[in-house]
């Protein structure tokens, strides 16, 4: 063997006996999803920084929450200096840093985006057991369960629903977005196109697809002309009053506040 | 010559009714028609809430950028002189994006075409400025190609610094333009500084026609030349800024037609100036149309299609008046 292996070696020992000794990991999250999900598992003192997005007016869904903790850019050498036990990233996290970091020997998990619901409870208690709270995830999980079931209990009719965002785009099958629609208990009309991932619905064509009603996003600050489709005249018939916010961004219980305010408008649960 | 009246208005209504009629949804002639007088079920409001009001923008971006085409190229006696060129669209893109990013727009119902047109009166002014009264080629050029620089340049910052994220993607919208998704809010919005602009513009035929023997002979004839001139910049930034706002910055359509209609005119500028509102509108419909046909579901730009058509266009007019530059 040699020696830069050994030392190595005796490195990852020594580190990971420290773990041990020291009780939960702490940690510090690069992604806006993994900021949220450690905000609601861990110990507050085992966070050491979450993302600046965390605090994001329009992304997140825990923007006051996240004021508490401190807050990292997403470099390495920030982060490497904050000495954490372990690193959460997302899928997309930028790869210079995520490999900077890896390659100083630092532990870094990387989670991918949940694109359903199985993923949300994937997710948690792949956190719970990286955050050295199995139990608390498990309950997380129970939980989420129990009221998603309550949520979608006396749901009879399902009205047909079109996602709509900036530029005409709407969120296909595969989407969280998708599963907090259909949830709520409306069919999502891009299942009707055949769209898996998403894509572009010309405004004409969404008219004579004639939706029972259309969810847009909330606008961001600033003017966007690709924005403006979603004050067009010929959408107004269909709108919504509920938007998609930033608890429909990130996999984790938080979207079933979502799916409770969607179903303010649904049919069979409006008169509750 | 006695034919292009009637060739032209024909041609116009055939182009408009093929605009409200070509759409993602496919609808027979007959249904489509109906649904836009009565405005009934969904094709009723495609009718009348998105095909009726971009064929309407698509006459007035033709009207406005074929009218000042032509004035300006007779004022100047220059056929390069279009608003694209010489960089007044860019700037009018300049000032409807900066009112809309400070969020000048949204104060009062007028605010974006305002500001649009403000930006573009200070382009007028200064490519006016350094073109000189008889509108050399080079300096004229080379004028519109720094105001356009330059427009070009602060319209992307303005972008860049936008917080909304959509923002950035939206440059090209502003130096290409599209007629696509718009509503009857930008038609009214355009149509009050449009009409205005027209007019303007249009009372310039006796002037432009006397301007066409010469300076001298325009002002012995009782051309008062000063004030032609600032009717010219204000009809231009009116007409042009107005349309920019609502529809970005469509180039080459007030070089494209003026040229193809003079030798029907008899090269008669008060003439030309009536055949090329026509002609422009036609060839933005049309354009429009080919914008829809190629890529249906795709978000084509108009102003790619017309740089398509305008800028071999322009290189033969260089080419042909390459004398004159040195």
């Known amino acids: 063997m040699r020696p830069s292996k050994v030392i190595t070696l005796a490195l990852a020992l020594i580190t990971g006996a420290s773990v041990v000794e020291a009780g939960p990991p702490r940690v510090v999250s690069m992604n806006l999803c993994t900021d949220q999900l450690v905000m609601q598992i861990a110990d507050p003192d085992q966070i050491i920084s979450l993302s600046a997005m965390a605090r994001d007016e329009h992304s997140s869904a825990m923007r006051d929450e996240a004021r508490k903790y401190a807050q990292n850019t997403g470099s390495a050498e920030q982060i490497y200096l904050t000495k954490p036990d372990l690193i959460l990233a997302g899928l997309y996290t930028e790869k210079a840093s995520v490999n900077m970091l890896q390659s100083l020997g630092l532990q870094v998990e990387i989670f991918d985006p949940e694109e359903s619901f199985d993923n949300i409870r994937d997710n948690i208690r792949r956190m719970g057991d990286l955050l050295g709270h199995p139990d608390r995830a498990a309950r997380m999980v129970a939980d989420f369960d129990q009221r998603l079931a309550d949520l979608q209990s006396g749901i009879t009719t399902r009205p047909r629903a079109a996602l709509y965002g900036a530029n005409g785009y709407t969120s296909g099958v595969q989407s969280l977005s998708h599963h907090i629609l259909t949830a709520a208990g409306f069919d999502n009309i891009a299942q009707e196109l055949g769209l898996t991932w998403g894509g572009r619905i010309p405004l004409e064509r969404l008219i004579v697809l004639n939706p029972d009603v259309v969810i847009t996003g909330r606008p961001f600050r600033g003017h966007s002309r690709g924005e403006e489709i979603l004050r067009h005249p010929a959408l107004a018939p269909f709108k919504m009053a509920a938007h998609t916010d930033a608890r429909w961004v990130c996999g984790t219980p938080l979207v079933l506040d979502a799916i409770q305010d969607l179903q303010r408008e649904h049919p069979d649960k409006r008169t509750q | ?326």
């Not at chain 2, 080379?142 to 994220?165: C, D, E, K, Q, W």
């Not at chain 2, 003026?258 to 500028?269: E, K, M, N, Y």
């Open chain 2, 1 to 326: 010559m006695k034919l292009l009246w009637p060739f032209l208005i024909v041609v116009l209504i055939l182009t408009f009714a093929a605009s409200i009629l070509i759409g993602q949804a496919n609808a027979p002639i007959a249904d489509s028609l109906a649904a836009l007088m009565t405005g009934d079920g969904p094709l009723g409001r495609i009718m009348q809430d998105i095909r009726l009001p971009r064929a309407l923008l698509g006459v007035m971006v033709g009207v406005s950028l074929g009218l000042s085409g032509a004035a300006i190229q007779g004022y100047l006696r220059n056929p390069l002189a279009e608003p694209g060129i010489i960089g007044i669209s860019g700037a009018a893109s300049l000032g409807a994006v900066v009112s809309l990013q400070t969020g000048f727009a949204a104060v009062f119902w007028l605010a974006l075409p305002l500001s649009a047109l403000g930006s573009a009166f200070l382009a007028v002014l200064i490519i006016l400025a350094l073109a000189g009264p008889r509108g050399g080629s080079l300096t004229l050029i080379l004028a519109g190609i720094a105001v356009s620089a330059l427009a070009g340049a602060l319209t992307s910052l303005a972008l860049n610094l936008s917080p909304n994220p959509y923002a950035t993607y939206e440059i090209v919208f502003w130096m290409m333009g599209s007629l696509a998704d718009r509503s009857m809010d930008h038609v009214w919005l355009a149509l009050p500084f449009c009409l205005v602009g027209w007019v303007m513009i249009a009372s310039l035929g006796p002037a432009l026609n006397a301007l066409s023997l010469g300076e001298d002979t325009a002002a012995s004839m009782g051309i008062n030349l000063t004030r032609s001139r600032l009717i010219l910049i204000i009809g231009v930034a009116c007409s042009v800024g107005a349309v920019t706002a609502v529809s970005g910055a469509i180039g080459f359509v007030g070089l494209v037609v003026p040229h193809i209609l003079r030798p029907f005119v008899g090269a008669r500028p008060s003439v030309l100036v009536w055949a090329s509102a026509l002609g422009g509108a036609i060839m933005i419909l049309a354009a429009d149309i080919l914008v829809r046909i190629v890529l249906p579901d795709g978000d084509l730009k108009l102003g790619v299609v017309m740089a398509l058509i305008g800028a071999p266009l322009f290189l033969h007019l260089i080419y042909k008046t390459r004398g004159d530059l040195q």
